[in-house]
């Protein structure tokens, strides 16, 4: 059932949408700071908004979807309120980026094909590089960027977050 | 042109004719080049990379992609060539479907051949993909995943060419797909049928659907009668898949196997399309008598019908409501013979023999269906005859030729027309010239409209006859068209829309051909066919003269007439998904307001409606008694922006109206001053 | 518009410099961030104000308040040592401070600022003597190295103009709009022999001499700012520190092209350098050097960001434009080039960040001046980035023809070892050129690094990154990293690209899973030659570089995976078990406490032993077991 919120969250959303396509003259050629901005509101991707920003914009909603696929920022699945990005270019690598990709996968419960937990609160990321290749292995939840670090401290990352929210 | 231009392929010199690529140029010089996704028609795509050569002092690169320039020297079949080419297509067969032996496409496939030439004999890669599901839904076309090589040729088809972009890509990398929006179905998509995605298609992927199997079910049911029509296309494209030249029409072949097939009465659909020429140009005649003088769209051509419903359907009044003959010869044997056999029209199966998909989504709609029961039960492709035919073990190139069945089996020069460009409007011009002239119109050969070269068109104006029409091909030619005929830049009385380039000799059912000039060659094998036709003009054909007066009013546009051969259309929504819930609560009878916000709504300000209507829901406190959903067709696009507001349908809404109506409706009228 | 003269901004900046009496400058840039960069300015300023000590704070050199001292406290971009950061520099010494952190804040202002003291604990040690370093000048890092490029990313503030400007800013693009016409703004680049610092090393100059020749009413001029190779940030730190550096480049570059319009692509992993590089453009708007007729010429030129969407293969010039015309990234066939014909199908300069912050720098010195550093064929300096076993990492800019041997044992200090000490012996080898680049070796160690000497040896500059890796690396394993990641980033839209890639990681997989076979090899080979020879773009094109250089430098690393059958580094889970040795086994238990699955058994001080159908081979065990007594060993 819709709680009074929801409804708030989604006509809120709903003009936020209206307001973006507003924003760039409903260009075409500006889907993809389209999406982006969409993606902001909504988190994801839903599948009606994308049939409308196609319809606004004039172009086939195939081809939006196929636009929406083919970048990895775009997501049609709602994410978590928490994206862990893991760091996984060369020099995270080789400090140690896949075990820190296990322990989130092992705390989390995740795996290579599930990436958001059912409760929604986490989502897990790589990234081919944050270019904090200084700082490696590097982890970015949301906008923090967390620096060399350790499978012990990525578990206890993770409590931290938990603990936040319960 | 300066001194002859050449260029050296494999130690052979070759000149240069103002060729765009090289590829052009190597096929010119009688070397064989394999390509998937290299079509003239598109844009060079560049993606199957089979196409290389090596190009003296540049390397290794792609034919398709490079201009041609004097002097080059290239070699197309080097050892490292060919080596490079068997790798591709190994690539290429390490996670294709290989179920060959029951594949469609099995005898046109140019993976399969390639693979043949190229001597692959064992794939050294392994499979590496999940399989994917295949797309069963629609009831023109099929679509097999697992057999695309992702050449694009159908999605630059439908987006280049059709203006539709039903399918697209998705995804990135080695998950790349073809797919209509959303992983969904063609079924659930704004895809016309056209079928011209699996007539591209080098392989499976997209194949149309047969309906072979239900149609032996029908012939060996003894309760049924099963009767078949053949449209005006068919006949001049069956042979190529009985090795007989491309130009032969062989009707009376067909008709013979059609009987020996086991069907009771065989009918020719341009008996149809003669009627057609009839009601078509009365009601044309009418529409102006009566002082509408838009333009009047044909509507014989499915494909453009279901465009027409899904992108303008503020057209849709200017839509001939004619049927489209198949259906005219559906609806009237299907009548008559049940009064002859004594049987009611459920127990007569009538098979359509079409050179179209779209013939297969338009026999289920239902206006094309009397007391719940369809005009036209199933339609076969060519090409499922050419199957059926050699199924039932004929010889076709032996088979000594028999007639067609009456009444509908006579037909003119006029009707055979439709099936190729033009043809239409040529016949209906011509019987207005005759009906309202009594003479022969001097001639009819539309022209290339030299402002716009996406159409071509025949001004007349002879005495009474007074006529602008446009011929157009190609529904991304057609919406150019419409285009300026909303801006007024150019006025056409009547516009033939086909949604196949060419026309239906090159519609998607028509046997598999990679050759270019296919379509011209059934063109004049048609034309040739309708010359030898003893009768020229449809109401010459005393079966239409008796039709009329035994079951359509005696004249056309009558009563009976248009119940039995006129038919309506819908707006369709474009695509099959949820509205947009914006606003919903759980008071127990909250006000319902959906919103459409389809194409032709939307640009009617349905969005102001919305964002207004969501402003004025949260400025008065209406949360709890208000479910706002935004919807994406409500179908009655020409008086749009269409609002429901609890039971009410209003049109032409404005802000102000919407709001009125909810405050009526929330009981806020008389308290709030 | 009137332009706001760039000699009068210089003389109030240079006034107001001159009244302070500190100048404390944070590195602001991602790691210096990410390490609490912001919070010790927070603590610097909060420790100033909340105080009544006789100094006053200014952020962007206001006039002081009668009777203090001026300190202005600013944030500079990027200063490369990202490993010792939060750096904090303080002026006019030029102390600088690593590692700094929020309750450092007092010390400083107390000692530094009020009494001139230098905090020992805070001063960088120099791992291999364990000498202090009072200053930049001080550290190897930075003294063996030739900022140019670099150099104003960590002295100005990149959300201040004035800065960049006090710097001679945007001089040189004036006096390229206002005297130069553009064939002589392409001469200059040709004559100073700038190349695409994106990978390629194509002329600058002549590219945009393709694009002048096109006779068009638009040209569009992009910065590309899509840096993907994983392990390179040199891009991002210079739109980071030292965005007016990009425009300042793209308004040349559109006055030697005709260039109407600029765009610039930007990675979306980097936000802070998108926030910056728009306050830089709305400054230079209001300035009046971006717009309607910049510096008072008729010239029209202005600059719009777009931000990418997780995309590699958008780094490719084609396919960058196909993005910004809101498309799916996927490169096209070329001819026709993008310079002739690109962004909406007009002639379109693409070029790298770093090339463009290179050209206001060769424009104003001139073409000889810039070809006195790096060599014939590629003169100037280069920024790359310095990772992996390696002592100091971070970000360095070095002459053309520096040798890698100079950037791993002195800027770098020496490789490490997987104990984390300095043991130069333990070199194995050093991936340059990321994912379309190779593998160098010692005997590469001493070849000047330049764009035609790396094609010889089968490794190429690419977009700069360095990563030098010890013997514990498996070769394997890193072509297979490499691999991997180009797989996930093919757009897929040409066969061998698509498909080869794939094929080409599976192959790896069976090296390195036991499966292979010395045909297994020669399959690899022959593919990864298909795919470079027939792919569409460069993407595919390099994609097989690093497996053929390692397949070629360490041939015999890759047939021991397939022959023995074993992983000579012990990387390949699927080749290597884990054992104890009993005789050595304390029985201590820590490898059993540290075991993340439960597969070591024993009891307290007695030999363990590990269950290998549990072990998932993670080496946890052997980091924390004290004795020597896990090996890894063939299986």
């Given at each position: 059932?819709?709680?009074?919120?929801?409804?708030?969250?989604?006509?809120?959303?709903?003009?936020?949408?209206?307001?973006?396509?507003?924003?760039?003259?409903?260009?075409?050629?500006?889907?993809?700071?389209?999406?982006?901005?969409?993606?902001e509101?909504?988190?994801?991707?839903?599948?009606?908004?994308?049939?409308?920003?196609?319809?606004?914009l004039?172009?086939?909603p195939?081809?939006?979807?196929?636009?929406?696929?083919?970048?990895?920022?775009?997501?049609?699945?709602?994410?978590?309120?928490?994206?862990?990005?893991?760091?996984?270019?060369?020099?995270?690598?080789?400090?140690?980026?896949?075990?820190?990709?296990?322990?989130?996968?092992?705390?989390?419960?995740?795996?290579?094909?599930?990436h958001?937990?059912?409760?929604?609160?986490?989502?897990?990321?790589?990234?081919?590089?944050?270019?904090?290749?200084?700082?490696?292995?590097?982890?970015?939840?949301?906008?923090?960027?967390?620096?060399?670090?350790?499978?012990?401290?990525?578990?206890?990352l993770?409590?931290?977050?938990?603990?936040?929210?319960? | 042109?300066?001194?002859?231009?050449?260029?050296?392929?494999?130690?052979?010199?070759?000149?240069?004719?103002?060729?765009?690529?090289?590829?052009?140029?190597?096929?010119?010089?009688?070397?064989?080049?394999?390509?998937?996704?290299?079509?003239?028609?598109?844009?060079?795509?560049?993606?199957?990379?089979?196409?290389?050569?090596?190009?003296?002092?540049?390397?290794?690169?792609?034919?398709?992609s490079?201009?041609?320039?004097?002097?080059?020297?290239?070699?197309?079949?080097?050892?490292?060539?060919?080596?490079?080419?068997?790798?591709?297509?190994?690539?290429?067969?390490?996670?294709?479907?290989?179920?060959?032996?029951?594949c469609?496409?099995?005898?046109?496939?140019?993976?399969?051949?390639?693979?043949?030439?190229?001597?692959?004999?064992?794939?050294?890669?392994?499979?590496?993909?999940?399989?994917?599901?295949?797309?069963?839904?629609?009831?023109?076309?099929?679509?097999?995943?697992?057999?695309c090589?992702?050449?694009?040729?159908?999605v630059?088809?439908?987006?280049?060419?059709?203006?539709?972009?039903?399918?697209?890509?998705?995804?990135?990398?080695?998950?790349?797909?073809?797919?209509?929006?959303?992983?969904?179905?063609?079924?659930?998509?704004?895809?016309?049928?056209?079928?011209?995605?699996?007539a591209?298609?080098?392989?499976?992927?997209?194949?149309?659907?047969?309906?072979?199997?239900?149609?032996w079910?029908?012939?060996?049911?003894?309760?049924?009668?099963?009767v078949?029509?053949?449209?005006?296309?068919?006949?001049?494209?069956?042979?190529?898949?009985?090795?007989?030249?491309?130009?032969?029409?062989?009707?009376?072949?067909?008709?013979a196997?059609?009987?020996?097939?086991?069907?009771?009465?065989?009918?020719?659909?341009?008996?149809?399309?003669?009627?057609?020429?009839?009601?078509?140009?009365?009601?044309?005649?009418?529409?102006?008598?009566?002082?509408?003088?838009?333009?009047?769209?044909?509507?014989?051509?499915?494909?453009?019908?279901?465009?027409?419903?899904?992108f303008?359907?503020?057209?849709?009044?200017?839509?001939?409501?004619?049927?489209?003959?198949?259906?005219?010869?559906?609806?009237?044997?299907?009548?008559?013979?049940?009064?002859?056999?004594?049987k009611?029209?459920?127990?007569?199966?009538?098979?359509?023999?079409?050179?179209?998909?779209?013939?297969?989504?338009?026999?289920?709609?239902?206006?094309?269906?009397?007391?719940?029961?369809?005009?036209?039960?199933?339609?076969?492709?060519?090409?499922?005859?050419?199957?059926m035919?050699?199924?039932?073990?004929?010889?076709?190139?032996?088979?000594?030729?028999?007639?067609?069945?009456?009444?509908?089996?006579?037909?003119?020069?006029?009707?055979?027309?439709?099936?190729?460009?033009?043809?239409?409007?040529?016949?209906?011009?011509?019987?207005?010239?005759?009906?309202?002239?009594?003479?022969?119109?001097?001639?009819?050969?539309?022209?290339?409209?030299?402002?716009?070269?996406?159409?071509?068109?025949?001004?007349?104006?002879?005495?009474?006859v007074?006529?602008?029409?446009?011929?157009?091909?190609?529904?991304?030619?057609?919406?150019?068209?419409?285009?300026?005929?909303?801006?007024?830049?150019?006025?056409?009385?009547?516009?033939?829309?086909?949604?196949?380039?060419?026309?239906?000799?090159?519609?998607?059912?028509?046997?598999?051909?990679y050759?270019?000039?296919?379509?011209?060659?059934?063109?004049?094998?048609?034309?040739?066919?309708?010359?030898?036709?003893?009768?020229?003009?449809?109401?010459?054909?005393?079966?239409?003269?008796?039709?009329?007066?035994?079951?359509?009013?005696?004249?056309?546009?009558?009563?009976?007439?248009?119940?039995?051969?006129?038919?309506?259309?819908?707006?369709?929504?474009?695509?099959?998904?949820?509205?947009?819930?914006?606003?919903?609560?759980d008071?127990?009878?909250?006000?319902?307001?959906n919103?459409?916000?389809?194409?032709?709504?939307?640009?009617?300000?349905?969005q102001?409606?919305?964002?207004?209507?969501?402003?004025?829901?949260?400025?008065?406190?209406?949360?709890?008694?208000?479910?706002?959903?935004?919807?994406?067709?409500?179908?009655?696009c020409?008086?749009?922006?269409?609002?429901?507001?609890?039971?009410?349908?209003?049109?032409?809404?404005?802000?102000?109206?919407?709001?009125?109506?909810?405050?009526?409706?929330?009981?806020?009228?008389?308290?709030?001053? | 518009?009137?332009?706001?003269?760039?000699?009068?901004?210089?003389?109030?900046?240079?006034?107001?410099?001159?009244?302070?009496?500190?100048?404390?400058?944070?590195?602001?840039?991602?790691?210096?961030?990410?390490?609490?960069?912001?919070?010790?300015?927070?603590?610097?300023?909060?420790?100033?104000?909340?105080?009544?000590?006789?100094?006053?704070?200014?952020?962007?050199?206001?006039?002081?308040?009668?009777?203090?001292?001026?300190?202005l406290?600013?944030?500079?971009?990027?200063?490369?040592?990202?490993?010792?950061?939060?750096?904090?520099?303080?002026?006019?010494?030029?102390?600088?401070?690593?590692?700094?952190?929020?309750e450092?804040?007092?010390?400083?202002?107390?000692?530094?600022?009020?009494?001139?003291?230098?905090?020992?604990?805070?001063?960088?040690?120099?791992?291999?003597?364990?000498?202090?370093?009072q200053?930049?000048?001080?550290?190897?890092?930075?003294?063996?190295?030739?900022?140019?490029?670099?150099?104003?990313?960590?002295?100005?503030?990149?959300?201040?103009?004035?800065?960049?400007?006090?710097?001679?800013?945007?001089?040189?693009?004036?006096?390229?709009?206002?005297?130069?016409e553009?064939?002589?703004?392409?001469?200059?680049?040709k004559?100073?022999?700038?190349?695409?610092?994106?990978?390629?090393?194509?002329?600058?100059?002549?590219?945009?001499?393709?694009?002048?020749?096109?006779?068009?009413?638009?040209?569009?001029?992009?910065?590309?700012?899509?840096?993907?190779?994983?392990?390179?940030?040199?891009?991002?730190?210079?739109?980071?520190?030292?965005?007016?550096?990009?425009?300042?480049?793209?308004?040349?570059?559109?006055?030697?092209?005709?260039?109407?319009?600029?765009?610039?692509?930007?990675?979306?992993?980097?936000?802070?350098?998108?926030?910056?590089?728009n306050?830089?453009?709305?400054?230079?708007?209001?300035?009046?050097?971006?717009?309607?007729g910049?510096?008072?010429?008729?010239?029209?030129?202005?600059?719009?960001?777009?931000?990418?969407?997780?995309?590699?293969?958008?780094?490719?010039?084609?396919?960058?434009?196909?993005?910004?015309?809101?498309?799916?990234?996927?490169?096209?066939?070329?001819?026709?080039?993008?310079?002739?014909?690109?962004?909406?199908?007009?002639?379109?300069?693409?070029?790298?960040?770093?090339?463009?912050?290179?050209?206001?720098?060769?424009?104003?010195?001139?073409?000889?001046?810039?070809?006195?550093?790096?060599?014939?064929?590629?003169?100037?300096?280069?920024t790359?980035?310095?990772?992996?076993?390696?002592?100091?990492?971070?970000?360095?800019?070095?002459?053309?023809?520096?040798?890698?041997?100079?950037?791993?044992?002195?800027?770098?200090?020496?490789?490490?070892?997987?104990?984390?000490?300095?043991?130069?012996?333990?070199?194995?080898?050093?991936?340059?050129?990321?994912?379309?680049?190779?593998?160098?070796?010692?005997?590469?160690?001493?070849?000047?690094?330049?764009?035609?000497?790396?094609?010889?040896v089968?490794?190429?500059?690419?977009?700069?990154?360095?990563?030098?890796?010890?013997?514990s690396?498996?070769?394997?394993?890193?072509?297979?990293?490499?691999?991997?990641?180009?797989?996930?980033?093919s757009?897929?839209?040409?066969?061998?690209?698509?498909?080869?890639?794939?094929?080409?990681?599976?192959?790896?997989?069976?090296?390195?899973?036991?499966?292979?076979?010395?045909?297994?090899?020669?399959?690899?080979?022959?593919?990864?030659?298909?795919?470079?020879?027939?792919?569409?773009?460069?993407?595919?094109?390099?994609?097989p570089?690093?497996?053929?250089?390692?397949?070629?430098?360490f041939?015999?690393?890759?047939?021991?995976?397939?022959?023995?059958?074993?992983?000579?580094?012990?990387?390949?889970?699927?080749?290597?078990?884990?054992?104890?040795?009993?005789?050595?086994?304390?029985?201590?238990?820590?490898?059993?406490?540290?075991?993340?699955?439960?597969?070591?058994?024993?009891?307290?001080?007695?030999?363990?032993?590990?269950?290998?159908?549990?072990?998932?081979?993670?080496?946890?065990?052997?980091?924390?077991?004290?004795?020597?007594?896990?090996?890894?060993?063939?299986?």
């Amino acid at each position: 059932m819709a709680t009074p919120t929801m409804t708030a969250e989604k006509l809120h959303n709903f003009s936020k949408v209206c307001e973006i396509l507003d924003r760039f003259d409903r260009l075409p050629s500006k889907i993809i700071p389209i999406l982006q901005a969409v993606q902001e509101e909504y988190r994801y991707l839903p599948e009606e908004i994308l049939t409308f920003v196609a319809t606004s914009l004039g172009i086939s909603p195939a081809r939006v979807f196929g636009i929406a696929t083919f970048y990895s920022h775009f997501s049609l699945e709602p994410k978590g309120k928490y994206i862990i990005k893991v760091c996984d270019g060369t020099a995270c690598h080789v400090k140690g980026s896949s075990g820190l990709i296990e322990t989130i996968q092992r705390e989390l419960k995740l795996s290579e094909k599930e990436h958001t937990t059912p409760d929604l609160l986490f989502t897990l990321e790589t990234v081919s590089c944050l270019g904090a290749c200084g700082l490696a292995p590097a982890v970015v939840i949301n906008d923090k960027v967390y620096g060399q670090v350790s499978n012990k401290q990525m578990s206890e990352l993770i409590a931290e977050y938990k603990a936040m929210e319960a | 042109m300066n001194k002859a231009e050449t260029i050296t392929i494999n130690g052979k010199v070759v000149p240069l004719e103002g060729e765009k690529n090289l590829l052009s140029v190597i096929r010119k010089a009688g070397v064989e080049m394999p390509t998937f996704c290299y079509h003239s028609e598109l844009s060079v795509y560049g993606a199957c990379r089979l196409c290389i050569v090596d190009i003296e002092g540049r390397g290794i690169d792609t034919s398709c992609s490079t201009p041609p320039r004097a002097g080059m020297s290239i070699k197309t079949h080097t050892p490292k060539l060919r080596k490079m080419r068997k790798t591709l297509i190994e690539l290429l067969l390490a996670n294709h479907d290989t179920s060959c032996t029951s594949c469609d496409k099995s005898s046109a496939c140019k993976l399969k051949d390639l693979a043949a030439d190229l001597g692959v004999k064992e794939i050294p890669f392994k499979k590496t993909r999940e399989p994917r599901k295949p797309d069963l839904l629609s009831p023109s076309l099929l679509r097999y995943p697992d057999k695309c090589v992702l050449c694009g040729d159908c999605v630059r088809y439908c987006n280049e060419i059709q203006g539709v972009g039903a399918i697209d890509f998705a995804y990135r990398g080695e998950d790349v797909v073809v797919t209509p929006a959303f992983n969904k179905s063609l079924a659930q998509v704004d895809c016309i049928n056209c079928g011209q995605c699996a007539a591209v298609c080098p392989t499976g992927a997209i194949v149309p659907r047969s309906e072979i199997d239900d149609v032996w079910s029908a012939l060996a049911d003894e309760s049924k009668t099963v009767v078949a029509q053949i449209a005006p296309a068919v006949r001049a494209a069956l042979g190529e898949m009985f090795n007989m030249p491309a130009s032969s029409v062989t009707l009376g072949k067909i008709m013979a196997a059609l009987k020996y097939i086991g069907f009771k009465e065989v009918y020719d659909t341009s008996f149809g399309a003669d009627l057609t020429v009839m009601e078509e140009t009365n009601e044309y005649l009418e529409r102006r008598r009566a002082g509408d003088n838009k333009t009047m769209f044909t509507s014989c051509c499915p494909g453009w019908v279901k465009y027409a419903e899904q992108f303008h359907p503020d057209l849709i009044p200017q839509l001939s409501s004619c049927m489209s003959p198949q259906g005219m010869v559906g609806s009237l044997s299907k009548k008559l013979l049940s009064q002859t056999e004594g049987k009611s029209e459920k127990d007569i199966v009538m098979v359509s023999i079409m050179p179209c998909t779209a013939k297969k989504f338009e026999k289920d709609r239902e206006e094309l269906s009397r007391d719940g029961s369809p005009l036209v039960d199933y339609v076969l492709t060519t090409q499922e005859l050419g199957k059926m035919i050699k199924e039932a073990g004929i010889v076709f190139e032996d088979i000594a030729p028999a007639a067609a069945d009456l009444p509908f089996g006579l037909y003119s020069e006029a009707g055979l027309g439709f099936g190729a460009t033009a043809g239409v409007s040529e016949a209906v011009a011509r019987y207005a010239s005759r009906a309202l002239n009594n003479q022969e119109l001097s001639s009819y050969e539309p022209v290339t409209n030299e402002d716009f070269p996406f159409w071509k068109e025949a001004i007349i104006d002879e005495d009474n006859v007074k006529i602008r029409i446009a011929v157009v091909a190609g529904l991304g030619n057609t919406e150019k068209l419409i285009e300026k005929i909303n801006a007024r830049e150019v006025s056409y009385d009547l516009v033939e829309v086909m949604a196949c380039p060419d026309g239906c000799v090159a519609g998607a059912g028509q046997p598999v051909s990679y050759d270019h000039g296919i379509a011209d060659k059934r063109k004049t094998a048609l034309k040739n066919a309708g010359k030898i036709t003893p009768i020229h003009c449809p109401e010459d054909n005393p079966y239409i003269q008796r039709i009329y007066e035994k079951m359509l009013g005696s004249k056309p546009g009558s009563h009976e007439a248009h119940e039995l051969v006129h038919t309506k259309y819908q707006s369709r929504k474009r695509i099959d998904n949820d509205s947009m819930e914006l606003a919903v609560t759980d008071h127990e009878a909250p006000v319902e307001i959906n919103v459409c916000v389809g194409t032709s709504c939307f640009l009617r300000g349905s969005q102001d409606i919305l964002s207004g209507m969501t402003a004025k829901i949260d400025q008065e406190g209406w949360k709890d008694r208000i479910n706002l959903k935004a919807t994406f067709c409500s179908e009655n696009c020409s008086h749009g922006p269409t609002v429901t507001v609890g039971e009410k349908k209003m049109h032409k809404t404005s802000l102000d109206s919407v709001v009125a109506e909810v405050e009526e409706q929330l009981g806020l009228v008389t308290s709030r001053k | 518009m009137m332009e706001a003269v760039l000699e009068k901004i210089k003389e109030e900046v240079k006034n107001k410099k001159e009244c302070l009496s500190h100048s404390i400058v944070i590195c602001a840039g991602t790691g210096c961030i990410a390490n609490g960069a912001m919070e010790v300015h927070a603590a610097l300023a909060e420790y100033i104000n909340k105080n009544n000590l006789p100094l006053t704070l200014t952020l962007k050199e206001e006039l002081p308040e009668e009777g203090k001292d001026p300190v202005l406290l600013s944030k500079s971009g990027c200063q490369g040592f990202c490993q010792v950061g939060p750096l904090v520099t303080i002026e006019p010494n030029g102390i600088l401070y690593t590692k700094v952190k929020a309750e450092n804040a007092q010390d400083i202002i107390e000692k530094t600022i009020l009494k001139g003291e230098v905090i020992e604990d805070l001063l960088y040690k120099e791992p291999a003597t364990g000498r202090s370093c009072q200053s930049h000048r001080d550290i190897p890092f930075y003294t063996r190295q030739e900022r140019t490029v670099l150099k104003s990313c960590g002295n100005i503030d990149p959300e201040n103009i004035g800065d960049y400007i006090y710097s001679g800013g945007y001089e040189a693009a004036r006096d390229m709009i206002l005297n130069k016409e553009p064939q002589e703004v392409c001469d200059i680049m040709k004559d100073a022999g700038l190349r695409g610092r994106g990978g390629g090393g194509f002329a600058t100059g002549r590219k945009w001499e393709l694009a002048l020749r096109q006779d068009t009413d638009e040209k569009y001029i992009i910065c590309n700012g899509d840096e993907g190779d994983p392990g390179a940030f040199m891009d991002r730190s210079v739109m980071e520190g030292n965005p007016h550096a990009v425009l300042e480049g793209m308004i040349i570059a559109a006055k030697a092209c005709g260039g109407t319009e600029g765009q610039i692509y930007v990675r979306m992993e980097y936000p802070l350098a998108v926030e910056r590089i728009n306050i830089a453009i709305e400054e230079a708007r209001a300035h009046g050097y971006l717009g309607k007729g910049i510096f008072g010429s008729d010239f029209d030129f202005d600059i719009f960001v777009m931000e990418g969407a997780g995309a590699f293969v958008c780094g490719e010039a084609s396919a960058m434009t196909e993005s910004i015309m809101g498309r799916r990234g996927m490169p096209r066939v070329k001819p026709p080039r993008t310079a002739e014909q690109g962004l909406w199908g007009k002639p379109t300069v693409v070029n790298n960040v770093e090339t463009l912050a290179c050209v206001p720098l060769i424009a104003a010195k001139g073409a000889e001046e810039y070809r006195k550093v790096g060599t014939d064929g590629s003169p100037g300096t280069k920024t790359f980035a310095l990772t992996g076993h390696v002592a100091n990492t971070g970000l360095i800019e070095v002459p053309f023809g520096t040798t890698l041997r100079e950037i791993i044992f002195n800027i770098g200090g020496g490789v490490l070892n997987s104990k984390g000490e300095i043991d130069n012996d333990d070199f194995k080898a050093v991936q340059i050129g990321g994912p379309s680049g190779g593998c160098l070796i010692e005997e590469h160690l001493d070849i000047p690094l330049d764009f035609d000497s790396l094609k010889t040896v089968g490794a190429m500059v690419g977009s700069g990154g360095l990563v030098v890796m010890n013997k514990s690396t498996c070769m394997v394993q890193i072509a297979r990293f490499f691999m991997k990641f180009t797989q996930s980033e093919s757009c897929g839209k040409c066969v061998p690209c698509r498909e080869g890639t794939r094929q080409i990681l599976e192959l790896i997989d069976d090296v390195a899973q036991g499966r292979g076979t010395m045909e297994t090899l020669d399959l690899l080979e022959d593919l990864c030659e298909t795919v470079a020879e027939s792919s569409l773009c460069g993407l595919g094109k390099s994609a097989p570089s690093p497996v053929l250089s390692t397949m070629q430098q360490f041939r015999e690393e890759w047939e021991a995976h397939v022959k023995d059958m074993t992983c000579p580094t012990g990387n390949c889970k699927d080749l290597v078990s884990y054992a104890i040795t009993a005789d050595l086994c304390k029985g201590c238990t820590a490898c059993k406490r540290a075991c993340p699955v439960g597969a070591i058994e024993g009891a307290v001080k007695q030999a363990h032993t590990i269950d290998e159908e549990k072990c998932i081979r993670c080496g946890a065990c052997v980091d924390t077991c004290r004795f020597n007594a896990i090996t890894v060993g063939g299986n």
